[in-house]
Structures are given as structure tokens and as C-alpha cells.
């Protein structure tokens, strides 16, 4: 028995060779990538959340072997979006769009520096704003790229998944008022 004696096991020394792997740094913690704070009208921002849902299915279904986890992410998204436009739309300066909507929606989200720098440099040469190219990018790239049928079908399996989850909450609460949810 000790008695107030701290008793010191010695450890084998740890080598380099002893370490777990070091994980890789993230591009955000390597500085690749740039915090964007951005005012988007409400219809973009579901529609781009709709195009990462939907990439999160296919994901999903995808065998592990050949799944992106980065793919089906927002950070990817918006970074396709803003490269799609300035390879595509670049010469067309967008159109100036009305001050803020009630509707429209804040949002922070990150995106590749290279790809921020370059969205930069262009709205310097256009004499607009960098969010309102980014807004610009983000928009045009929904009207191109995410069909209206998917952003549609979406809002249906919101609706019938909510009224199921009613339906469900019902029932615990009272079997007897779940058989018509409605009245």
C-alpha cells in the first residue's frame, strides 16, 4: 500500500514508426477554401439543396468501392456551380437583380479558393459585386442543371413524407384518432 506516493509506469517510447497515420489535413484547414456568405433567392437555395439530395441517394445506393462521399455534398455543388459558370457564362455579365426580397434566404458555405479567386477577378472586370456574381453563378447553374421535374418531385416527397410522420405521431398519441388523421 502507498501511501500519498505517485507510482510512475514507464511506457516504451513511441516512434515515428509506432504512430497511427496521420489523417490528412482538410483543404479547409490547409486554406483551400473560402467562407462565402451569400443572400440567394429562396427557389435557388432549394433547388440546390435538391441537386445534393439527390446525389445523396445515388450516393447512397452506390457501391462503396466506387462512392465519392465528396460528391454529394453542398461544398461541391456550389463549387461546380461557379466553375460551370465561368467557363460558360463569363462574358455575359449577369443582370442586376432587385434589392432583397423578404423571401430570399441567408447562407454561409464554403468554396475553393482558386475557384474565389477567379470569381473575383471577373466581377472586378464586370463592375458588379462578387455576391451578386455568385448569386448570378448559383441561379444560372439551377436553370441549367437541375431539372424543374426533380426540384418538383422533392417538394411531393416532402408532403407525403410529412403526412406520414403525422399520421405516425398520431397514432402513438391515439390509435383511435390516427385511423382518420384528418378529422
Same mark, same amino acid.
Given at each position: 500500500?502507498?501511501?500519498?506516493?505517485?507510482? !510512475?509506469?514507464?511506457?516504451?517510447?513511441?516512434?515515428?514508426?509506432? !504512430?497511427?497515420p496521420?489523417?490528412p489535413?482538410?483543404?479547409r484547414? !490547409?486554406?483551400?477554401?473560402?467562407?462565402q456568405?451569400?443572400?440567394l433567392?429562396?427557389?435557388?437555395? #432549394?433547388?440546390?439543396?435538391?441537386?445534393?439530395?439527390?446525389?445523396?441517394?445515388?450516393?447512397?445506393?452506390?457501391?462503396?468501392?466506387t462512392?465519392d462521399?465528396r460528391?454529394?455534398?453542398?461544398?461541391?455543388?456550389?463549387?461546380?456551380a461557379?466553375?460551370? #459558370?465561368?467557363?460558360?457564362?463569363?462574358?455575359?455579365?449577369p443582370?442586376?437583380?432587385?434589392?432583397r426580397?423578404?423571401?430570399?434566404?441567408?447562407?454561409?458555405?464554403?468554396?475553393?479558393?482558386?475557384?474565389?479567386?477567379?470569381?473575383?477577378?471577373?466581377?472586378?472586370r464586370?463592375?458588379?459585386?462578387?455576391a451578386?456574381?455568385?448569386?448570378?453563378?448559383?441561379?444560372?447553374?439551377?436553370?441549367?442543371?437541375?431539372?424543374?421535374?426533380?426540384?418538383? #418531385?422533392?417538394?411531393?416527397?416532402?408532403?407525403?413524407?410529412?403526412?406520414?410522420?403525422?399520421?405516425?405521431?398520431?397514432q402513438?398519441?391515439?390509435?383511435?384518432?390516427?385511423?382518420?388523421?384528418?378529422?
Amino acid at each position: 500500500m502507498t501511501c500519498g506516493h505517485a507510482t !510512475r509506469v514507464m511506457m516504451p517510447e513511441r516512434t515515428k514508426e509506432a !504512430r497511427a497515420p496521420a489523417r490528412p489535413r482538410s483543404a479547409r484547414s !490547409r486554406g483551400l477554401r473560402t467562407l462565402q456568405h451569400q443572400t440567394l433567392p429562396a427557389a435557388t437555395h #432549394f433547388a440546390i439543396d435538391t441537386e445534393v439530395w439527390f446525389r445523396s441517394l445515388i450516393a447512397q445506393a452506390a457501391a462503396r468501392a466506387t462512392r465519392d462521399p465528396r460528391w454529394a455534398t453542398k461544398d461541391q455543388v456550389h463549387d461546380e456551380a461557379i466553375a460551370w #459558370f465561368l467557363e460558360h457564362c463569363a462574358e455575359r455579365p449577369p443582370q442586376p437583380r432587385a434589392m432583397r426580397r423578404s423571401s430570399d434566404e441567408d447562407l454561409t458555405f464554403w468554396i475553393d479558393s482558386k475557384l474565389m479567386e477567379r470569381a473575383r477577378r471577373l466581377a472586378l472586370r464586370q463592375g458588379i459585386r462578387l455576391a451578386q456574381l455568385i448569386e448570378a453563378a448559383l441561379t444560372a447553374y439551377v436553370g441549367q442543371r437541375v431539372p424543374e421535374e426533380l426540384v418538383a #418531385f422533392r417538394r411531393r416527397v416532402q408532403q407525403e413524407a410529412a403526412r406520414l410522420y403525422q399520421a405516425r405521431s398520431l397514432q402513438i398519441m391515439d390509435p383511435a384518432q390516427a385511423k382518420n388523421p384528418r378529422g
